[in-house]
């Protein structure tokens, strides 16, 4: 299915590792420029040239319809408003004139919520809650007057169903959710082509999922393989997601097929959420 994305321009957050990795794959499949952000610039600068090799590949070394696609890298912390007038100010880039902001960052610590402090909170609330409300304000307006528009913010699984050593994410992303759901239905956006979803990682194969792995196995003196298996024995699809199908999802709720999603938590979890809603 082609999903009409073709020359269009997509900033994506947190792009050199997994999920946003997968996002900013799917979407440069599709024909559309990318610029990746994330602030190891090693790591972001290997991926984009992986992607800009696939998509030789797939095109045959012909430029899609005659027009080079670009793929861009900014290595920069998202979090910070440094780091977002970077992504803006992207040479060859778009300025602020995105179609489509996957927002994403680094996922909080988890803990005990005793030992957070306010220090703790407002990093949290800045990485997960008000980073992606600043990308969402600074673009949604240009995206409405051009008619097209999409922002797909990357939460969690954790916003449906809270998990307790995950209470700065449980809480941050509660805060943006509920502020996407509110502006998502806003008629100088809706009716403008512009849509605003959140997609809900279960649990996707990642470096963040190693790391949480290796802690859960060092805290309970069981073997990494052991914590993973049980983990996978939880959940109902009996595998972690990998970034490539979650990429293909958000691609998805970029496309011009879905210009009548907004305002959606769409949970991608292998069925692990035992609710019916
Ligand atoms: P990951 O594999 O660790 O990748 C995170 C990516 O974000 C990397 O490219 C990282 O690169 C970048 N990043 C982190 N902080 C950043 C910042 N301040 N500015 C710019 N880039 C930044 O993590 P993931 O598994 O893809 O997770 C992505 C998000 O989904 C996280 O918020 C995570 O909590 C959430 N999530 C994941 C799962 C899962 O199963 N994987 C489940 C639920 C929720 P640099 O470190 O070089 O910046």
């Given at each position: 299915m082609d999903l009409g994305l073709s020359g269009k321009w997509a900033l994506v957050c947190g792009?050199?590792?997994g999920l946003g990795l997968g996002c900013a794959q799917a979407l440069a499949s599709e024909g559309v420029n990318v610029v990746m952000v994330a602030r190891g610039a090693e790591t972001l600068h290997a991926a984009a040239e992986k992607i800009r090799a696939d998509l030789l590949c797939q095109s045959s070394g012909e430029a899609l319809n005659g027009v080079e696609q670009s793929v861009l890298t900014v290595a920069a912390d998202i979090t910070t408003p440094e780091g977002r007038a970077a992504a803006f100010a992207a040479a060859g880039g778009p300025g602020m004139a995105f179609d489509i902001v996957v927002t994403n960052a680094g996922g909080p610590p988890p803990g005990?919520?005793?030992?957070?402090d306010r220090d703790a909170w407002l990093k949290a609330i800045d990485a997960n809650m008000l980073t992606p409300i600043e990308l969402i304000k600074a673009t949604v307006d240009g995206m409405a007057a051009r008619g097209f528009g999409r922002i797909v913010n990357i939460t969690s699984s954790a916003v449906k169903a809270p998990i307790d050593i995950l209470g700065l994410s449980n809480g941050a992303r509660s805060g943006l959710t509920g502020f996407v759901a509110g502006v998502a239905r806003n008629p100088t956006l809706a009716a403008k082509g512009v849509t605003l979803n959140n997609l809900l990682p279960g649990k996707f194969d990642t470096d963040r999922i190693k790391t949480t792995i290796a802690g859960a196995a060092q805290k309970t003196g069981k073997t990494v393989d052991e914590v993973r298996a049980a983990q996978i024995a939880q959940i109902p699809a009996k595998r972690f997601g990998t970034p490539q199908e979650f990429g293909q999802i958000c691609a998805f709720l970029c496309?011009?097929?879905?210009?009548?999603?907004?305002g959606q938590n769409v949970l991608a979890d292998g069925g692990a959420f035992p609710g019916t809603f």
């Amino acid at each position: 299915m082609d999903l009409g994305l073709s020359g269009k321009w997509a900033l994506v957050c947190g792009a050199s590792k997994g999920l946003g990795l997968g996002c900013a794959q799917a979407l440069a499949s599709e024909g559309v420029n990318v610029v990746m952000v994330a602030r190891g610039a090693e790591t972001l600068h290997a991926a984009a040239e992986k992607i800009r090799a696939d998509l030789l590949c797939q095109s045959s070394g012909e430029a899609l319809n005659g027009v080079e696609q670009s793929v861009l890298t900014v290595a920069a912390d998202i979090t910070t408003p440094e780091g977002r007038a970077a992504a803006f100010a992207a040479a060859g880039g778009p300025g602020m004139a995105f179609d489509i902001v996957v927002t994403n960052a680094g996922g909080p610590p988890p803990g005990d919520f005793r030992d957070w402090d306010r220090d703790a909170w407002l990093k949290a609330i800045d990485a997960n809650m008000l980073t992606p409300i600043e990308l969402i304000k600074a673009t949604v307006d240009g995206m409405a007057a051009r008619g097209f528009g999409r922002i797909v913010n990357i939460t969690s699984s954790a916003v449906k169903a809270p998990i307790d050593i995950l209470g700065l994410s449980n809480g941050a992303r509660s805060g943006l959710t509920g502020f996407v759901a509110g502006v998502a239905r806003n008629p100088t956006l809706a009716a403008k082509g512009v849509t605003l979803n959140n997609l809900l990682p279960g649990k996707f194969d990642t470096d963040r999922i190693k790391t949480t792995i290796a802690g859960a196995a060092q805290k309970t003196g069981k073997t990494v393989d052991e914590v993973r298996a049980a983990q996978i024995a939880q959940i109902p699809a009996k595998r972690f997601g990998t970034p490539q199908e979650f990429g293909q999802i958000c691609a998805f709720l970029c496309s011009v097929q879905a210009g009548y999603i907004t305002g959606q938590n769409v949970l991608a979890d292998g069925g692990a959420f035992p609710g019916t809603f």
